[in-house]
């Protein structure tokens, strides 16, 4: 008997801009607070393509109702260029 696996396609972002998303990055847990906290996620986009590019040059707007402490804390976590 023969079996196949499939697995979905994995994309990364490092590969399609400047913005590196690496295992160590706090980008991705950045962007997952960020939802947490304002309740909608930080990039849109009409296709896939317009959401990466989104994702890769556009920068986060933080709502005037977070705290500064908190859309301070965003911005720190949500960093594209960690300073490991």
Not at 5 to 28: D, G, T, V
């Amino acid at each position: 008997m023969v079996s196949f696996q499939l697995e979905p396609p994995q994309i990364e972002i490092s590969n399609l801009c400047a913005a590196p998303c690496s295992p160590k990055s706090n980008h991705p847990k950045g962007v997952l607070l960020y939802e947490m906290a304002v309740g909608k996620m930080p990039f849109r986009g009409n296709d896939e393509n317009e959401l990466l590019w989104n994702v890769c040059y556009e920068q986060i707007h933080y709502p005037m109702f977070l705290t500064k402490e908190l859309a301070s804390l965003l911005q720190s976590v949500s960093s594209k260029h960690d300073n490991h």
